[in-house]
């Protein structure tokens, strides 16, 4: 099940983890990627939190927490070679694991029609 945030973060949910990435609107909108900083494993992160860092041509900007929980996984890929956020964002870009606190809080999420209505 994906769901959405307003800060164009995506969430992959299985079994209370989430799998975390920004959209393929945002990475259109930030431009080429050259820097990527990710949290680290074990990290206990906030809903709405600054998670991550990335960094393009045009501007830095933070990757927000969706939810509360625990990081269990980093994709060292991105921080490797930031371009592939660009060319699969919502696939082989991820960002991080997160085994969330309270998976039910998901609900409150964009799904992805609500998600290509704020961004249209």
Request: proline share 3%.
């Amino acid at each position: 099940m994906l769901k959405f945030t307003a800060e164009h973060e995506w969430l992959k949910l299985e079994d209370g983890v989430a799998t975390v990435g920004i959209t393929s609107h945002a990475a259109e909108q930030l431009g080429d990627l050259v820097f990527v900083e990710l949290p680290e494993v074990g990290a206990e992160l906030s809903k709405d939190g600054n998670a991550a860092t990335v960094e393009s041509v045009k501007a830095a900007s933070d990757v927000y927490c969706p939810l509360d929980g625990e990081v269990t996984e980093v994709n060292q890929a991105i921080v490797d070679d930031p371009s592939i956020v660009n060319s699969d964002p919502q696939g082989k870009g991820w960002f991080f694991k997160l085994k969330l606190k309270n998976a039910s809080d998901a609900d409150a999420l964009l799904d992805e029609a609500a998600y290509q209505d704020l961004i249209a």
